[in-house]
T-cell receptor, first 115, second 118 residues
């Protein structure tokens, strides 16, 4: 299984809502990533988990709260978002090992709209 | 300075023709990897091809090949025999071997929007 799945595919939420994005992989990867991508722009790294511990936080606002309950799952909890947070949110996973070759496998993304 | 530069915001190619998408990179790390990803309008990032900095030969994967010129720090993607389904955004990316960590950040270029016309 070389697939990363993400749910939901689309999400519309108000600025006062609390919602969560989910990501799952069964490739035995121990590194998982959250990216934010605006239209016609490259993905921007938000968070990296390694062995279920947060390794990188790219100064993301606290209204985004990541969680890695186990090695296969990655969540992104959303609260009090702003309209400018509307974007495609991509999850990715990779093996956590040294070396330049470390392909990241991406999920299909969640398209988030904040009203 | 930008790590990855893609200078072509958009490219057009006729079906069955070959097209080259440009990518230059900037790094002082002797060990690095270069990736190309395809992103259709559906949003998923699809891995296409990889080139390691120590690889002697250019990488090839089916209709995709990577023209790797190390001295020029360029890693252009060549798509042969273009198909309508190749219409998508293409991103060049680089990973540097971080000797202090097993997690290497993936640096993306701004992307090139490829349109294949019949």
């Amino acid at each position: 299984d070389t697939e990363v799945t993400q749910t939901p595919k689309h999400l519309v939420m108000g600025m006062t809502n609390k919602k969560s994005l989910k990501c799952e992989q069964h490739m035995g990867h121990r590194a998982m990533y959250w990216y934010k991508q605006k239209a016609k722009k490259p993905p921007e790294l938000m968070f990296v988990y390694s062995y279920e511990k947060l390794s990188i936080n790219e100064s993301v606002p606290s209204r985004f709260s990541p969680e890695c309950p186990n090695s296969s799952l990655l969540n992104l909890h959303l609260h009090a978002l702003q309209p400018e947070d509307s974007a495609l949110y991509l999850c990715a996973s990779s093996q956590d090992r040294a070396g330049a070759y470390n392909e990241q496998f991406f999920g299909p993304g969640t398209r988030l709209t904040v009203l | 300075a930008q790590k990855i530069t893609q200078t072509q915001p958009g490219m057009f190619v006729q079906e069955k023709e070959a097209v080259t998408l440009d990518c230059t990179y900037d790094t002082s790390d002797p060990s690095y990897g270069l990736f190309w990803y395809k992103q259709p309008s559906s949003g998923e990032m699809i891995f296409l091809i990889y080139q390691g900095s120590y690889d002697q030969q250019n990488a090839t994967e089916g209709r995709y090949s990577l023209n790797f010129q190390k001295a020029r720090k360029s890693a252009n993607l060549v798509i042969s025999a273009s198909q309508l389904g190749d219409s998508a955004m293409y991103f060049c990316a680089m990973r540097e071997e971080d000797r202090g960590s097993t997690l290497g950040r993936l640096y993306f270029g701004r992307g090139t929007q490829l349109t294949v016309w019949p």
